[in-house]
């Protein structure tokens, strides 16, 4: 668990602690406007933001048929929302920028969080006030490199884990549970909480209740929240928020052990990061600054269609084992293992 919300909150850690190498480049940004700031590290940690909130919107069935009432599952879940090669870098647009331009590079090109090093620089201008006196100033800095995750070997991604509790109660119904009570490991804390409901709804329609498959809607809401602290007596801190609601037709076939299924829906997923509290930067200088809550991203656009393909093996009585894949704006490979009494 501590090596899971370890690698949950490796965005945070690169960030929201100060102490990092990018320490300089991250205080330049926002002094240049906290807005352009919020603009730029938006873009800068996209990957990680999409890739957890697809994950998170994996994992909820295994066949599209629910349990007998009072029938349950316990299933543990792995969902691996892979990130594209071409989100190791994005595109740095002049417009949305009012004090922060880039310079001295070939392309508009710019490394985001999982991508590797860069040569670029980017000019910080403006008027600043010093001692009664407008001042016009420009400053270059270095753009933030990457953390070169893109050059590991092997598909990038977030792994985002689920447990979750499948209960049958009425007219073919499941109520789908997921929750984990605050975990803290050093200065992280982690909590997530998820509810769905998954029904039967082909015995609705004349006729097709003879056919020889099952076929169920289901609907499911999960957000995680991911905490770390920066100063604990300064009350300084960063969060991480993640939720993402499924939408989902399913259709499987029980051949004796063997299970395959299908998805068809939509997901809509939502992420927030922000760092709260009071912070100085450039202390003891004339160009000393004094910023409250600096950064405040809310992620969008990493939701929408998805088609799921896999398939359920039963292992023993009561245990199985489900392997899927999704395709989606971040594909997700899921993996889990459940207990199951009918």
Same mark, same amino acid.
């Given at each position: 668990?501590?090596?899971? &919300?370890?690698?949950?909150? %490796?965005?945070?850690?690169?960030?929201?602690?100060?102490?990092?190498?990018?320490?300089?480049?991250? !205080?330049?940004?926002?002094?240049?406007?906290?807005?352009?700031?919020?603009?730029?590290?938006?873009?800068?940690?996209?990957?990680?933001?999409?890739?957890?909130?697809?994950?998170?919107?994996?994992?909820?069935?295994?066949?599209?048929?629910?349990?007998?009432?009072?029938? #349950?599952?316990?299933?543990?879940?792995?969902?691996?929302?892979?990130?594209?090669?071409?989100?190791?870098?994005?595109?740095?647009?002049?417009?949305?920028?009012?004090?922060?331009? *880039?310079?001295?590079?070939?392309?508009?090109?710019?490394?985001?969080?999982?991508?590797?090093?860069? =040569?670029?620089?980017? !000019?910080?201008?403006?008027?600043?006030?010093?001692?009664?006196?407008?001042?016009?100033? =420009?400053?270059?800095?270095?753009?933030?490199?990457?953390?070169?995750?893109?050059?590991?070997?092997?598909?990038?991604?977030?792994?985002?884990?689920?447990?979750?509790?499948?209960?049958?109660?009425?007219?073919?119904?499941?109520?789908?549970?997921? %929750?984990?009570?605050?975990?803290?490991?050093?200065?992280?804390?982690?909590?997530?909480?998820?509810?769905?409901?998954?029904?039967?709804?082909?015995?609705?329609?004349?006729?097709?209740?003879?056919?020889? #498959?099952?076929?169920?809607?289901?609907?499911?809401?999960?957000? /995680?929240?991911?905490?770390? +602290?920066?100063?604990?007596?300064?009350?300084?801190?960063? =969060?991480?928020?993640?939720?993402?609601?499924?939408?989902?037709?399913? &259709?499987?076939?029980?051949?004796?052990? #063997?299970?395959?299924?299908?998805?068809?829906?939509?997901?809509?997923?939502?992420?927030?990061?922000?760092?709260?509290?009071?912070?100085?930067?450039? +202390?003891?200088?004339?160009?000393?600054?004094?910023?409250?809550?600096?950064?405040?991203?809310?992620?969008?656009?990493?939701?929408?269609?998805? #088609?799921?393909?896999?398939?359920?093996?039963? /292992?023993?009585?009561?245990?199985? *084992?489900?392997?899927?894949?999704? /395709?989606?704006?971040?594909?997700?490979?899921?993996?889990?293992?459940?207990?199951? &009494?009918?």
């Amino acid at each position: 668990m501590k090596r899971i &919300i370890t690698i949950l909150s %490796l965005a945070i850690f690169c960030i929201a602690n100060i102490q990092t190498t990018k320490a300089q480049e991250f !205080e330049s940004l926002i002094q240049s406007s906290l807005g352009d700031a919020n603009t730029y590290l938006k873009d800068y940690m996209n990957p990680f933001a999409a890739s957890l909130g697809n994950g998170l919107a994996n994992g909820w069935y295994n066949t599209a048929k629910p349990h007998k009432t009072l029938g #349950f599952d316990l299933t543990v879940n792995m969902n691996f929302a892979v990130i594209p090669d071409a989100a190791s870098q994005f595109e740095f647009v002049a417009s949305e920028y009012n004090n922060l331009r *880039l310079i001295n590079s070939s392309d508009n090109m710019l490394p985001t969080f999982t991508g590797g090093s860069t =040569e670029a620089q980017l !000019e910080i201008f403006g008027s600043r006030e010093i001692d009664g006196q407008t001042y016009d100033f =420009e400053q270059a800095i270095g753009a933030p490199d990457g953390f070169g995750l893109s050059d590991l070997p092997g598909p990038l991604a977030v792994p985002t884990p689920t447990v979750q509790l499948g209960v049958g109660i009425v007219k073919n119904t499941d109520l789908i549970l997921r %929750l984990t009570p605050e975990v803290n490991v050093g200065d992280l804390s982690f909590r997530s909480f998820g509810l769905g409901v998954k029904h039967d709804f082909k015995q609705w329609i004349p006729g097709m209740k003879l056919l020889p #498959f099952d076929l169920s809607a289901l609907v499911g809401f999960n957000r /995680i929240t991911t905490t770390y +602290q920066i100063d604990q007596a300064a009350d300084q801190f960063a =969060e991480f928020n993640a939720s993402a609601t499924t939408v989902q037709a399913i &259709i499987s076939k029980k051949l004796l052990f #063997f299970t395959p299924y299908a998805g068809l829906g939509v997901n809509i997923v939502n992420s927030n990061f922000a760092m709260k509290g009071d912070y100085v930067f450039n +202390q003891g200088t004339p160009e000393e600054i004094d910023v409250t809550d600096p950064v405040d991203i809310a992620f969008d656009g990493a939701g929408g269609p998805r #088609f799921t393909v896999g398939a359920r093996v039963k /292992i023993l009585w009561v245990l199985a *084992l489900n392997v899927d894949y999704t /395709i989606q704006k971040y594909n997700t490979l899921s993996v889990g293992l459940g207990l199951n &009494i009918r």
